[in-house]
């Protein structure tokens, strides 16, 4: 089975643009998880989603975020518009539903590096 | 709230020496414990957890970590380190209340391995 596909893997773009990222979770996994990995923060997670449900996203930073998931196979993370501090790789993370041998157990797409200039 | 301090930003050791990677963590109740490692333009793959049970576990690619709870410790282990090792190290602690999956990460720690 495939993995979580992230696209695009790179993104440049200039300050105040739209940026969409996109992600296809494994067919099955009830979570999705999107994390921000900085040098200065580390990794954050930003927004998950069950069952295309958004559950928690009191780690998104402002309102120029935003995620959705309008289907099980397939969700988005728009920055509108788009600051340099934005610059970052974001992943995304699907998992099965919680249980003792699952619990935790996210599997990570590649990322996508994003810089906005 | 949970969280999880990774005191080696980076860590050097020769090929075959034995490895030990530190973590600690903060949380009142009994944590779920985990390490994850990210190659290079990788994502995250998660080398191995605790839950309950036995204190010493046992990961994929011969890992091995032991949850300590007097000292709030998580440190992972191998007894033997290959090039193919070096890679960041970022280990979580995470709550589920079977419909709250979140998982705090560390800072991570960067692994290198000389011949």
Same mark, same amino acid.
């Given at each position: 089975?495939?993995?979580?596909?992230?696209?695009?893997?790179?993104?440049?773009?200039?300050?105040?643009?739209?940026?969409?990222?996109?992600?296809?979770?494994?067919?099955?996994?009830?979570?999705?998880?999107?994390?921000?990995?900085?040098?200065?923060?580390?990794?954050?997670?930003?927004?998950?989603?069950?069952?295309?449900?958004?559950?928690?996203?009191?780690?998104?930073?402002?309102?120029?975020?935003?995620?959705?998931?309008?289907?099980?196979?397939?969700?988005?993370?728009?920055?509108?518009?788009?600051?340099?501090?934005?610059?970052?790789?974001?992943?995304?993370?699907?998992?099965?539903?919680?249980?003792?041998?699952?619990?935790?157990?996210?599997?990570?797409?590649?990322?996508?590096?994003?810089?906005?200039? | 709230?949970?969280?999880?301090?990774?005191?080696?930003?980076?860590?050097?050791?020769?090929?075959?020496?034995?490895?030990?990677?530190?973590?600690?963590?903060?949380?009142?109740?009994?944590?779920?414990?985990?390490?994850?490692?990210?190659?290079?333009?990788?994502?995250?793959?998660?080398?191995?957890?605790?839950?309950?049970?036995?204190?010493? @576990?046992?990961?994929?690619?011969?890992? +091995?970590?032991?949850?300590?709870?007097?000292? %709030?410790? /998580?440190?992972?282990? =191998?007894?033997? @380190?290959?090039?193919?090792?070096?890679? +960041?190290?970022?280990?979580?602690?995470?709550? %589920?209340? /079977?419909?709250?999956? =979140?998982?705090?990460?560390?800072?991570?720690?960067?692994?290198?391995?000389?011949?």
């Amino acid at each position: 089975d495939a993995g979580v596909i992230q696209s695009p893997r790179h993104e440049v773009t200039e300050m105040g643009q739209e940026v969409t990222l996109r992600c296809k979770p494994i067919s099955g996994h009830d979570y999705l998880f999107w994390y921000r990995q900085t040098m200065m923060r580390g990794l954050e997670l930003l927004i998950y989603f069950n069952n295309n449900v958004p559950i928690d996203d009191s780690g998104m930073p402002e309102d120029r975020f935003s995620a959705k998931m309008p289907n099980a196979s397939f969700s988005t993370l728009k920055i509108q518009p788009s600051e340099p501090r934005d610059s970052a790789v974001y992943f995304c993370a699907s998992s099965l539903p919680p249980g003792l041998e699952r619990t935790g157990e996210l599997f990570f797409g590649e990322g996508s590096r994003l810089t906005v200039l | 709230a949970q969280s999880v301090t990774q005191p080696d930003i980076h860590i050097t050791v020769s090929e075959g020496a034995s490895l030990e990677l530190r973590c600690n963590y903060s949380y009142g109740a009994t944590p779920y414990l985990f390490w994850y490692v990210q190659s290079p333009g990788q994502g995250l793959q998660l080398l191995l957890k605790y839950f309950s049970g036995d204190t010493l @576990v046992q990961g994929i690619k011969g890992f +091995e970590a032991e949850f300590k709870r007097s000292q %709030s410790s /998580f440190n992972l282990r =191998k007894p033997s @380190v290959h090039w193919s090792d070096a890679a +960041e190290y970022f280990c979580a602690v995470g709550i %589920s209340n /079977f419909g709250n999956e =979140k998982l705090t990460f560390g800072t991570g720690t960067r692994l290198t391995i000389i011949p």
